[in-house]
């Protein structure tokens, strides 16, 4: 599984804000956001390849109880079957995040989901291919519907502009088996002050409309840098 970093942190996005993590994440991802803040794992993936019992003694030597499989997208891999089983026999507590678009049989304890919205998509001027394919995959309902009916889920739109909104709320209308308590909108930015300019909006709106504001909280504490 071809792995960009390992490190731990604090998770800064969701329900488990706050909750100290060691985050795995994998290199490879079958989508393209433009605005994508980790393209060492997209865009031009970085990495190592390790066996799964690598990367479970390395998320061991951090220690703590949470792991969060990140990437890129790390259902990409099948090895994420067994990483997540190891795991859990050693009673870590496992988050996927993912975007939806491709299943694996996993166990985890947590599913983050975070669809991509058609705001996502990157230029077709200056990518292409890219952006067909970009388009073509973002959105997989029938991933979607399996995931929300087998597990623990949180779903996690970026939200860039004001339209974004309408967008998510049609979205929901069309899985109305997603618990709306346990969807979060997320401002779009790598800055703070990016991110408060959007808030401002952004977190009425979602007082407003039964949603939850996820703040994104690394970026806050640490800046946009790799290892947090």
Excluded at 63 to 73: A, C, D, F, M, S
Excluded at 192 to 208: F, G, H, I
Aim: a negative charge; glycine letters at 6%; one cysteine or more.
């Amino acid at each position: 599984m071809r792995i960009a970093e390992i490190f731990r942190s604090i998770q800064g996005e969701g329900l488990l804000t706050g909750t100290e993590s060691v985050f795995v994440r994998a290199s490879g991802c079958n989508l393209r956001c433009w605005f994508c803040d980790t393209p060492y794992a997209s865009w031009e993936p970085e990495g190592e390849d390790l066996p799964v019992e690598e990367i479970v003694a390395r998320a061991e030597q951090l220690g703590g109880r949470h792991v969060v499989l990140t990437g890129g997208e790390p259902m990409l891999f099948a090895e994420l079957i067994p990483l997540c089983a190891a795991l859990r026999r050693e009673h870590r507590h496992v988050t996927v995040e993912t975007a939806g678009t491709l299943y694996l049989p996993v166990e985890c304890d947590l599913m983050s989901i975070s669809p991509k919205l058609s705001s996502s998509t990157p230029s077709p001027e200056q990518h292409p291919r890219w952006a067909r394919r970009h388009e073509r995959s973002r959105h997989v309902p029938e991933v979607i519907r399996r995931m929300v009916a087998e597990y623990d889920y949180q779903l996690k739109f970026v939200v860039d502009v004001v339209e974004d909104c309408r967008e998510v709320e049609a979205y929901l209308a069309a899985f109305p088996e997603i618990d709306r308590s346990r969807t979060m909108l997320m401002p779009q930015g790598t800055d703070a002050a990016a991110l408060a300019e959007k808030a401002r909006w952004l977190e009425p709106y979602c007082a407003e409309h039964g949603l939850g504001y996820c703040a994104r909280r690394q970026i806050e504490w640490f800046g946009h840098q790799r290892g947090t």
